[in-house]
């Protein structure tokens, strides 16, 4: 059992930064691939970035690739999501994801097994 609880989340303008920060509980973190997800208003939740239990691996979604890093600490028990250039369309709640799959990285929501509460992030023009 894992329990995820984000941080970080926030109003900025247009082309501002947001750190995004994931705490999890429990004593085998470090096994769990681990994801962000996003869902914007009348949307469905979509994959943002996903990092390997180890974190040699990492993914991103095209919409974020270049501007959003995804990285973790498994000595603190964490996974955060570095966001550059934000973009109006960025907005939405944001939710941390942990994966029991670890010998792929999953990038559908339906292959995590527990879910954060979100953050909400909004980008104004």
């Known amino acids: 059992q894992v329990q995820l609880v984000e941080s970080g989340g926030g109003l900025v303008q247009a082309g501002a930064s947001l750190r995004l920060s994931c705490a999890a509980s429990g004593r085998t973190f470090s096994s769990y691939s681990m994801g962000w997800f996003r869902q914007a208003p009348g949307k469905e939740r979509e994959f943002v970035a996903a990092i390997s239990w180890s974190g040699g691996r990492e993914y991103y979604a095209d919409s974020v690739k270049g501007r959003f890093t995804i990285s973790r600490d498994n000595a603190k028990n964490t996974v955060s999501l570095q966001m550059n250039s934000l973009k109006p369309e960025d907005t939405a709640v944001y939710y941390c994801?942990?994966?029991?799959?670890?010998?792929?990285?999953?990038?559908?929501?339906?292959?995590?097994?527990?879910w954060g509460q979100g953050t909400q992030v909004t980008v104004s023009s």
């Open positions: 994801a942990a994966s029991v799959y670890n010998y792929y990285v999953p990038q559908r929501k339906n292959d995590y097994n527990y």
